[in-house]
């Protein structure tokens, strides 16, 4: 419960520290989840494809004190890409599976493994989501990210606070970085 409420202020300081999607939602039931965020870009289709597929890309704004990654395979428009978390009480190892569509328009991410050291970090059975670009006006383009997950546990209290903190902070972090790579001559262009 301590490691719990002291990651709470972590990640509360780190949310913080970063721009804001522009809307937020979680819907749950039981142990199971679905969370959207919906934010803007005025990098290239292309462009922002890369930034979320690419590995180098991926270790500029997937940072925390407490994980580390790792490329495991990368092929045209598929990776796949280890989460290695080393947290006080426990070790927990994700992987993820990428993909962009041929059009550009939807960036897909599954778990494909999952395996942790201590239960007191809960068992995710299956996990993913996906950045659709729904509306491309005025160069700039609208991203709507949903990520979805089913843990072993009923969702609630502070452990839901965690996976939207989380899910939040990570977005965060990635607007973060964008915002360095978004320039006036860069702009969200129709296909």
Not at 95 to 114: L, R
Not at 148 to 165: A, L, R, T
């Amino acid at each position: 419960m301590k490691l719990l409420i002291l990651s709470f202020f972590i990640l509360a300081g780190f949310l913080n520290a970063a721009p804001s999607p522009l809307t937020t939602t979680m819907a749950k039931k039981d142990s199971s989840f679905v969370l959207t965020a919906t934010f803007t870009t005025t990098l290239s289709r292309e462009k922002f494809m890369e930034v979320l597929f690419t590995y180098d890309h991926t270790t500029k704004y997937v940072k925390q004190p407490n994980l580390k990654i790792s490329l495991v395979e990368e092929k045209p428009r598929i990776n796949v890409i280890k989460y290695h978390y080393n947290y006080f009480v426990a070790k927990m190892d994700m992987a993820i599976e990428n993909k962009i569509s041929p059009d550009y328009n939807h960036f897909i991410f599954k778990q494909t493994g999952y395996s942790r050291t201590n239960k007191l970090i809960p068992l995710i059975l299956s996990s993913g989501g996906q950045y659709d670009i729904i509306n491309v006006e005025n160069g700039k383009a609208t991203v709507k990210y949903t990520q979805y997950g089913k843990m072993d546990q009923k969702i609630s209290g502070i452990f839901e606070k965690m996976i939207v903190m989380e899910s939040v902070g990570f977005i965060k972090s990635l607007l973060k970085y964008m915002a360095t790579l978004e320039t006036s001559t860069t702009v969200a262009t129709k296909n």
